[in-house]
């Protein structure tokens, strides 16, 4: 679906990207993880098209997208949120969502379609407005989901989600979590997931990609990454433990299911 | 009982408020979503003038297909004006923004002074006054008031209820998200340099009717233009609405107390205390 090849950005004599390279399969959750600064969000950039990059290849569907301006990634299928939501708050919560239809599809469509589009979107993400309803008063866990139902307004075939946890406590952590895995369920969407907090992310994901100072330093499935000596000691550090019991606890919760994954 | 020539000033002032209002809609809008100061504003209003002039004098046409085609014109000429002199310096530094479009000031003013010359020129046309009892409106004002209300309604309308217009309203807050639900901003910054310089050229068929236009015609509007805007909040649409009536009406009854100077007076040293107290403007935000 997606396929990241040799990704290289260097800023001056700085690498923050180097050499990256991933696959991403349809339908699949991957986790791409690692401390701050390990070059995550660059990557994501670099895909999304907002940064150039120095060399190597971003193909999607099998057509070359890297070094495309936003909108033309936006408009190929490719939909991103941020870190940190960023709503137009002089327009209507309703109106943002819809803006992002109308304009991030990869076709023409109506005014009604986008309005109907938009109001998917929010349903799919749990988030009930009508027409008149306003950003002001979104907590931190409504922004994420807004952030969301606008990425997920342009149709997207893949998603990618940048640290969707930050700001939230436990409780909303988990249901951040289990909403990504609902818009897999229920759309079909391939998910790239960007998350420094590790522990809530290995529930979900089907394989993670480990960066550290811009390189991959592991890949793999869950329970295989968090046990990986060198992600463990560049990463997880004291929370190891709890990452790893994270991992068993899912384990045990798919043998329970009778294993479905 | 108040004074009927009081009355008569404050009625002025809305109408010259209602003018005021559409010129600095134009540059507003400009600045509220490319984030650069046409300083060379009330110059594409001159070149809408002399358009008007051309083409219903020289060449006879009549009067509101001069208008239409100068309204166009002008259009076009704001969209040129972004293509060539302001997308280039676009990523620069501000005060790049501000001299290239100063410098299209001078050429446009000496340009005018080439081919036209210096002398005052009007289309000849003059309206009857409308008499209201004892009071005295000039049409060609109720008209020029009537037009601009009526353009700022339809922008109002255009900004709000078409996704174009949403998008012109989101962009102004955050042109770097936008590329990323799939809109260009290039275009959008083409679309609103269109509506500037549409807007500049209604403005120009509204003053042809009061004003004699010459190559510093720019003046007389360009500094009040900038005011209002200032005033309202640079790039805030509704607080330059406001602005334009409250310096309307000190010009204006100023002008009834003292002499019609003296209102100008009022309202610079008004505009003066107003960045005292309040730099960001009546609706603005403080950066």
Same mark, same amino acid.
């Given at each position: 679906?997606?396929?990241?090849?040799?990704?290289?950005?260097?800023?001056?004599?700085?690498?923050?990207?180097?050499?990256?390279?991933?696959?991403?399969?349809?339908?699949?959750?991957?986790?791409?993880?690692?401390?701050?600064?390990?070059?995550?969000?660059?990557?994501?950039?670099?895909?999304?098209?907002?940064?150039? /990059?120095?060399? +190597?290849?971003?193909?999607?569907? =099998?057509?070359?997208?890297? !070094? &495309? %301006?936003?909108?033309?990634?936006? $408009? @190929?299928?490719?939909?991103?949120?941020?870190?940190?939501?960023?709503?137009?708050?002089?327009?209507?919560?309703?109106?943002?969502?819809?803006?992002?239809?109308?304009?991030?599809?990869?076709?023409?469509?109506?005014?009604?379609?986008?309005?109907?589009?938009?109001?998917?979107?929010?349903?799919?993400?749990?988030? /009930?407005?009508? +027409?008149?309803?306003?950003?002001? =008063?979104?907590?931190?866990? !409504? &922004? %994420?989901?807004?952030?969301?139902? $606008? @990425?997920?307004?342009?149709?997207?075939?893949?998603?990618?989600?940048?640290?969707?946890?930050?700001?939230?406590?436990?409780?909303?952590?988990?249901?951040?979590?289990?909403?990504?895995?609902?818009?897999?369920?229920?759309?079909?969407?391939?998910?790239?997931?960007?998350?420094?907090?590790?522990?809530?992310?290995?529930?979900?994901?089907?394989?993670?990609?480990?960066?550290?100072?811009?390189?991959?330093?592991?890949?793999?499935?869950?329970?295989?990454? @968090?046990?990986?000596?060198?992600?463990?000691?560049?990463?997880?550090?004291?929370?190891?433990?709890?990452?790893?019991?994270?991992?068993?606890?899912?384990?045990?919760?798919?043998?329970?299911?009778?294993?479905?994954? | 009982?108040?004074?009927?020539?009081?009355?008569?000033?404050?009625?002025?002032?809305?109408?010259?408020?209602?003018?005021?209002?559409?010129?600095?809609?134009?540059?507003?809008?400009?600045?509220?979503?490319?984030?650069?100061?046409?300083?060379?504003?009330?110059?594409?209003?001159?070149?809408?003038?002399?358009?008007?002039?051309?083409?219903?004098?020289?060449?006879?046409?009549?009067?509101?297909?001069?208008?239409?085609?100068?309204?166009?014109?002008?259009?076009?000429?704001?969209?040129?004006?972004?293509?060539?002199?302001?997308?280039?310096?676009?990523?620069?530094?501000?005060?790049?923004?501000?001299?290239?479009?100063?410098?299209?000031?001078?050429?446009?003013?000496?340009?005018?002074?080439?081919?036209?010359?210096?002398?005052?020129?009007?289309?000849?046309?003059?309206?009857?006054?409308?008499?209201?009892?004892?009071?005295?409106?000039?049409?060609?004002?109720?008209?020029?008031?009537?037009?601009?209300?009526?353009?700022?309604?339809?922008?109002?309308?255009?900004?709000?209820?078409?996704?174009?217009?949403?998008?012109?309203?989101?962009?102004?807050?955050?042109?770097?998200?936008?590329?990323?639900?799939?809109?260009?901003?290039?275009?959008?910054?083409?679309?609103?340099?269109?509506?500037?310089?549409?807007?500049?050229?209604?403005?120009?068929?509204?003053?042809?009717?009061?004003?004699?236009?010459?190559?510093?015609?720019?003046?007389?509007?360009?500094?009040?233009?900038?005011?209002?805007?200032?005033?309202?909040?640079?790039?805030?649409?509704?607080?330059?609405?406001?602005?334009?009536?409250?310096?309307?009406?000190?010009?204006?009854?100023?002008?009834?107390?003292?002499?019609?100077?003296?209102?100008?007076?009022?309202?610079?040293?008004?505009?003066?205390?107003?960045?005292?107290?309040?730099?960001?403007?009546?609706?603005?935000?403080?950066?």
């Amino acid at each position: 679906m997606l396929s990241v090849d040799g990704l290289t950005k260097r800023f001056g004599g700085f690498t923050a990207v180097n050499q990256v390279s991933f696959e991403v399969g349809e339908g699949e959750i991957l986790g791409l993880i690692g401390p701050n600064g390990s070059g995550k969000s660059t990557t994501f950039n670099l895909i999304a098209g907002t940064l150039t /990059p120095t060399a +190597g290849s971003v193909r999607f569907q =099998g057509r070359e997208i890297g !070094g &495309l %301006k936003p909108n033309l990634v936006c $408009r @190929a299928g490719i939909a991103r949120t941020f870190q940190i939501p960023r709503p137009f708050t002089r327009l209507k919560l309703l109106e943002n969502v819809a803006l992002a239809a109308y304009y991030g599809a990869g076709e023409r469509i109506g005014r009604s379609e986008a309005w109907s589009r938009a109001e998917d979107a929010l349903a799919l993400v749990q988030l /009930p407005v009508d +027409g008149e309803t306003t950003i002001d =008063g979104l907590g931190a866990a !409504g &922004l %994420k989901k807004l952030e969301l139902a $606008r @990425a997920l307004a342009t149709r997207p075939r893949v998603l990618l989600a940048d640290e969707s946890l930050g700001g939230l406590d436990e409780s909303e952590m988990d249901q951040a979590a289990d909403m990504l895995e609902h818009i897999r369920r229920q759309r079909g969407i391939t998910i790239v997931w960007v998350e420094h907090i590790m522990g809530v992310l290995m529930r979900v994901v089907d394989r993670c990609v480990v960066l550290d100072h811009g390189e991959v330093i592991a890949e793999g499935l869950p329970q295989v990454v @968090a046990s990986d000596r060198k992600v463990v000691e560049v990463y997880l550090g004291g929370d190891a433990g709890e990452v790893q019991a994270q991992v068993a606890a899912r384990a045990r919760s798919e043998t329970g299911a009778g294993g479905t994954s | 009982m108040i004074d009927i020539f009081l009355l008569e000033a404050i009625l002025n002032g809305i109408l010259l408020g209602g003018v005021l209002a559409l010129l600095a809609l134009g540059l507003n809008i400009v600045f509220g979503v490319i984030d650069v100061v046409w300083i060379c504003y009330a110059e594409l209003i001159m070149f809408g003038m002399y358009g008007n002039y051309v083409l219903h004098k020289d060449l006879g046409w009549p009067l509101l297909l001069a208008f239409a085609v100068c309204v166009v014109v002008v259009a076009v000429l704001g969209v040129l004006l972004h293509w060539l002199v302001i997308r280039p310096v676009l990523g620069g530094a501000p005060i790049n923004q501000l001299l290239v479009t100063g410098g299209v000031l001078t050429f446009m003013q000496a340009l005018a002074t080439l081919v036209f010359g210096i002398e005052f020129r009007n289309l000849g046309i003059s309206m009857p006054s409308l008499e209201l009892g004892e009071i005295f409106l000039s049409q060609s004002r109720i008209w020029a008031c009537g037009v601009s209300l009526v353009a700022v309604a339809l922008l109002w309308l255009f900004l709000k209820k078409t996704y174009l217009g949403t998008a012109i309203r989101a962009i102004s807050q955050d042109r770097e998200i936008m590329p990323l639900m799939g809109v260009k901003p290039g275009r959008i910054y083409l679309i609103t340099s269109a509506i500037g310089g549409g807007l500049a050229g209604l403005a120009a068929c509204l003053l042809v009717l009061q004003y004699d236009v010459h190559p510093a015609i720019g003046l007389t509007f360009g500094p009040i233009t900038f005011m209002v805007c200032v005033m309202g909040g640079l790039g805030n649409l509704l607080g330059g609405f406001l602005a334009a009536f409250i310096f309307a009406q000190f010009i204006q009854v100023g002008g009834f107390y003292f002499e019609l100077e003296w209102g100008y007076v009022f309202a610079f040293c008004f505009f003066i205390a107003m960045m005292f107290w309040r730099p960001q403007g009546l609706l603005g935000k403080r950066a």
